[in-house]
T-cell receptor, first 110, second 116 residues
Framework: DAKTTQPPSMDCAEGRAANLPCNHS???????VYWYRQIHSQGPQYIIH???NNETNEMASLIITEDRKSSTLILPHATLRDTAVYYC???????????FGTGTSLTVIP | GAGVSQSPSNKVTEKGKDVELRCDPI?????LYWYRQSLGQGLEFLIY????????KSGLPSDRFSAERTGGSVSTLTIQRTQQEDSAVYLC??????????????FGPGTRLTVL
């Protein structure tokens, strides 16, 4: 099972882009990369996912390296409400388990 | 539509007592997960149900933990003879399942269990 590695914490100034990295060097060919976030005292919330192409939705952008060994979640204009723990997850090949990484605690600073 | 709901939202119990935690998944979702999150920690996978298949129990920490899913919908996580180390937030998540790898999970608000 592919594991993920994330920095434990990051700060970002309000209004600036937040770039959250994730390493998943053992990811398999058909495993997707998912990002979730967890705001304090709430259940995790889905943000975005991708296989190999870059993806963008109303919440964020996901940049996946060509070798797929790492990815970056981009929040283009961080707000105070984006302060949360961000989890990078890969989906196990042939199965349905989601293994949550350690997560990055993002603090958006006014 | 309604999201994933869990009850109770908070549960305080004494060491050695049994507890039952309930999860109501989104209607039509065939897959259901239970996770545990201790204070300041990430999510720990416990058990996974998919349709009528045998559940994946590989994450259950001991035989004091069990879960069932009745009628392919509501799920109950039971912890017998609770210990203080069982104190955590127990999260339930569901997704449609069977429609490809890209399906996402939808989480409930969790049950905060405190064992005194």
């Amino acid at each position: 099972d592919a594991k993920t590695t994330q920095p434990p914490s990051m700060d970002c100034a309000e209004g600036r882009a937040a770039n959250l990295p994730c390493n998943h060097s053992t990811i398999s060919g058909n495993e997707y990369v998912y990002w979730y976030r967890q705001i304090h005292s709430q259940g995790p919330q889905y943000i975005i996912h991708g296989l190999k192409n870059n993806e963008t939705n109303e919440m964020a952008s996901l940049i996946i390296t060509e070798d797929r060994k790492s990815s970056t979640l981009i929040l283009p204009h961080a707000t105070l409400r984006d302060t949360a723990v961000y989890y990078c997850i890969v989906r196990v090949k042939g199965g349905n388990q989601f293994y949550f990484g350690t997560g990055t605690s993002l603090t958006v600073i006014p | 539509g309604a999201g994933v709901s869990q009850s109770p939202s908070n549960k305080v119990t004494e060491k050695g007592k049994d507890v039952e935690l309930r999860c109501d998944p989104i209607s039509g979702h065939t897959a259901l997960y239970w996770y545990r999150q201790s204070l300041g920690q990430g999510l720990e996978f416990l058990i996974y149900f998919q349709g009528n298949s045998a559940p994946d129990k590989s994450g259950l920490p001991s035989d004091r933990f069990s879960a069932e899913r009745t009628g392919g919908s509501v799920s109950t996580l039971t912890i017998q003879r609770t210990q203080q180390e069982d104190s955590a937030v127990y999260l339930c998540a569901s997704f449609r399942g069977g429609q490809g790898f890209s399906d996402t999970q939808y989480f409930g608000p969790g049950t905060r269990l405190t064992v005194l």
